[in-house]
C-alpha cells in the first residue's frame, strides 16, 4: 500500500469517529479544563439541537391577612389563570415545560423554572424567573381571595380572570378573557382577542385586537387603534375614540347619556339607540339604527351617513355639503343643489333633534322598520 492509499484511509477512518462522536447520544462532561470529549459535545448538541422536552408541576400556598389588598403579577410570559374566591389564603398551581439535550437536562432547566413571592406594603408580588438555558413555557393558575384587586405587568401569554375585586393590565397581548369583575377593569391590549364579560366600570386601549365588550354596569372609555370593537349591553355613558376600527355597539337599551363616539377610517354601526348621542366620523362608514327618539348629532367626513330614525316624532335638520340626501321617511323633502342639500322639518308631529351634517359624503334617512 503506497503512502497515499494510506493517507486516505486514515482520513477516512478520522472522519468515521468525528461523525460518530457528534451523532451519538449525549455522555456526561467533565465540569474541569478542557478535552477533545467536551469539544465534540458542543459539537454534537450543535447539530442536534434541544431535542428533548420535560413537564414540571409544583404548588405554593402563601397566607395572607386583612392588610393584604392587591395582587400583582410580573410574570412576562406565562400563560395565566386568575380566579377569585372565599379564601384567605393564595395558591399557586405552576406547570412548567421546557426543552433540553435530553429529557434529564430539560428536567433540570424546569425545575429551575422558579415562582417568587414577595410583599410590597399592601400588595403581594408574584413572579416568574426563567433560567437562561434552553425555552421553557408556563402554565400558572391563581386562587386568591375574591376582595383583593390585580395588577399585572406587561405579558404576552394567555390570560384568563374572574371574580376578583378589580382588574389591572399593561401592554397584554394575545387571548384574554376577563369575567365578572367588581370594579373597574383599566387595561391596554393589543393583537389577539380580547373578551370582557361583566364589570361595574371599564378603560381600555386596544391596537390590531379584537375586542368582545359587553355587560358593563358604569362608565366605558375605549381607545382603539385597528381590528374590531363590538359592545352590548353597557349601562355608560361611553365614550369611544377609534380609528382604522369596526365599531358595533349593539343590544343598548339600558344606555344612559351621553354616547360618545369619535372614529377616523373605518366603520361605526349602532343598532337600537335611544339615548342622547354625538357621533364624530373621518372618512368612517357610519349607519345609526333608532329604538326611539333621542337628541342626536352626526357629523361625517368624506363618506356617507346612513340613518333608521325611530319610529315615534323627530325633528330632523340635515345637511350634506358636495353630496346628496335622501329621504325615505316622512314628507320633508332635500332642496338645493350638487353644492350643498339641506332638509330640515317635523316628521310625524315633530320631537327630539336629529341633527345630520355630511361632507363629501350622502346622506340617508332610511324608513324606520317595519313601516
Known amino acids: 500500500m503506497g ?26 462532561a467533565d465540569s474541569n479544563g ?7 459535545e458542543h459539537a454534537r448538541r450543535g447539530v442536534q439541537g434541544n431535542r428533548a422536552s420535560a413537564v414540571v408541576t409544583s404548588t405554593h400556598t402563601e397566607q395572607l391577612d386583612r392588610s393584604t389588598e ?47 413571592i414577595d410583599r410590597a406594603g399592601p400588595a403581594i408580588v408574584v413572579d416568574l424567573k426563567y433560567p437562561r438555558e434552553a425555552r421553557q413555557t408556563a402554565k400558572l393558575t391563581i386562587k386568591v381571595p375574591s376582595r383583593m384587586r390585580v395588577r399585572m405587568e406587561p405579558s404576552g401569554g394567555r390570560l384568563d380572570i374572574e371574580n376578583v375585586a378589580a382588574f389591572e393590565a399593561a401592554n397584554t397581548s394575545g387571548t384574554a378573557t376577563i369575567r365578572n369583575i367588581a370594579g373597574t377593569v383599566t387595561i391596554s391590549h393589543r393583537g389577539g382577542q380580547l373578551t370582557i364579560d361583566r364589570a361595574a366600570a371599564l378603560r381600555l386601549t386596544t391596537r390590531g385586537t379584537e375586542a ?55 366603520r361605526v354601526r349602532i343598532d337600537g339607540l335611544r339615548t342622547e348621542a354625538r357621533i364624530d366620523g373621518n372618512d368612517t362608514d357610519l349607519t345609526i339604527a333608532f329604538d326611539a327618539p333621542a337628541p342626536v348629532t352626526i357629523y361625517n367626513t368624506s363618506q356617507d351617513i346612513t ?26 323633502k332635500p332642496s338645493g343643489d350638487n353644492a350643498e342639500q339641506r332638509a330640515a322639518g317635523s316628521i310625524r308631529g315633530g320631537g327630539a333633534a336629529l341633527t345630520l351634517r355630511a361632507t363629501r359624503g350622502d346622506i340617508v334617512v332610511r324608513s324606520p322598520a317595519g313601516k
Not at 399557586?92 to 429551575?112: H, K, M, N, Y
Not at 340635515?318 to 325615505?328: L, N
Request: with cysteine; hydrophobic share 45%.
Open 3 to 28: 503512502k497515499r492509499e494510506l493517507l486516505l484511509v486514515i482520513a477516512f477512518a478520522a472522519a468515521g469517529f468525528i461523525l460518530y462522536q457528534v451523532t451519538a447520544p449525549a455522555s456526561p
Open 34 to 40: 478542557f478535552s477533545l470529549s467536551k469539544l465534540l
Open 70 to 116: 392587591e395582587v400583582r403579577l410580573v410574570l412576562k410570559a406565562a400563560e395565566l389563570t386568575i380566579i377569585g374566591e372565599q379564601r384567605d389564603d393564595l395558591a399557586c398551581d405552576l406547570q412548567v415545560t421546557s426543552s433540553g439535550f435530553d429529557e434529564a437536562e430539560a428536567r433540570r432547566w424546569a425545575e429551575a423554572t422558579a415562582l417568587k
Open 212 to 266: 368582545k365588550i359587553q355587560h358593563i354596569g358604569g362608565t366605558v372609555t375605549a381607545q382603539t387603534v385597528g381590528g374590531d370593537f363590538v359592545g352590548s349591553d353597557m349601562t355608560g355613558p361611553v365614550e369611544i375614540e377609534a380609528r382604522d376600527t369596526d365599531v358595533r355597539l349593539e343590544q343598548i337599551k339600558a344606555l344612559k347619556a351621553p354616547l360618545r363616539v369619535n372614529a377616523t377610517n373605518g
Open 307 to 332: 340613518v333608521t330614525p325611530p319610529p315615534g316624532g323627530y325633528s330632523l335638520d340635515a345637511v350634506a355639503t358636495d353630496g346628496r340626501i335622501t329621504i325615505e321617511d316622512g314628507s320633508v
